[in-house]
């Protein structure tokens, strides 16, 4: 498996909805393993196919919840449902997100608290995961990317400013811009 470079804000496959996979085979077998070498590498806890340049409908994820259950998998062609999400202003703390497509940047975003994931696993086997609280965040998250929603598309109006001076100072918003987990050390 290798390490991918992660497209940074700007690059068209970051900001165009993916396509559904119908080639269960190697080469799925092998960007999705990749897909899971870079996200260990930047590190993250979600990555989307977008995010190294690949316009698929695939995610994958690896967090270990407070009870220390690891939630770990690829969800190929997902669907998504959630609940509400709560009115009010997102806490700086606990609803900060981060994304490996904007390195080094967190802003506070509001999400809903439950999610309903449904997908397809390497082998073709549909599965479902009722998630909540970070779980559900990322899943919201990993699912915007495969619609060409990035995280800070979805932040309240008084963060436009913040958000496009970060962009400005690290040269980002233009195509064909990416970074190197392992290798290179993005700071937003």
Same mark, same amino acid.
């Given at each position: 498996?290798? &390490?991918?470079?992660?497209?940074?804000?700007?690059?068209?496959?970051?900001?165009?909805?993916?396509?559904?996979?119908?080639?269960?085979?190697?080469?799925? &077998?092998?960007?999705?393993?990749?897909?899971?070498?870079?996200?260990?590498?930047?590190?993250?806890?979600?990555?989307?196919?977008?995010? @190294?340049? &690949?316009?698929?409908?695939?995610? &994958?994820?690896?967090?270990?919840?407070?009870?220390?259950?690891?939630?770990?998998?690829?969800?190929?062609?997902?669907?998504?449902?959630?609940?509400?999400?709560?009115?009010?202003?997102?806490?700086?703390?606990?609803?900060?997100?981060?994304?490996?497509?904007?390195?080094?940047?967190?802003?506070?975003?509001?999400?809903?608290?439950?999610?309903?994931?449904?997908?397809?696993?390497?082998?073709?086997?549909?599965?479902?995961?009722?998630?909540?609280?970070?779980?559900?965040?990322?899943?919201?998250?990993?699912?915007?990317?495969?619609?060409?929603?990035?995280?800070?598309?979805?932040?309240?109006?008084?963060?436009?400013?913040? @958000?496009?001076?970060?962009?400005?100072?690290?040269?980002?918003?233009?195509?064909?811009?990416?970074?190197?987990?392992?290798?290179?050390?993005?700071?937003?």
């Amino acid at each position: 498996m290798a &390490v991918l470079p992660i497209r940074i804000t700007g690059d068209p496959v970051l900001h165009t909805a993916a396509s559904v996979v119908s080639d269960f085979d190697e080469t799925l &077998v092998t960007l999705v393993g990749d897909m899971f070498d870079t996200m260990a590498a930047a590190p993250g806890v979600g990555l989307a196919a977008p995010q @190294v340049g &690949v316009p698929l409908r695939i995610f &994958v994820f690896n967090w270990t919840d407070d009870d220390g259950v690891l939630w770990r998998g690829a969800a190929i062609n997902p669907e998504l449902w959630i609940t509400t999400t709560p009115t009010g202003e997102a806490d700086e703390e606990s609803e900060s997100e981060g994304c490996l497509s904007l390195p080094g940047e967190r802003f506070p975003l509001r999400r809903a608290d439950r999610a309903i994931l449904t997908a397809t696993d390497l082998d073709g086997n549909p599965f479902e995961i009722e998630a909540s609280g970070w779980l559900a965040r990322i899943f919201q998250h990993e699912f915007d990317h495969l619609n060409g929603v990035l995280y800070v598309d979805r932040l309240e109006h008084d963060y436009e400013k913040s @958000v496009a001076k970060a962009i400005r100072k690290g040269g980002w918003g233009v195509p064909d811009q990416s970074w190197m987990p392992g290798v290179d050390h993005p700071e937003g």
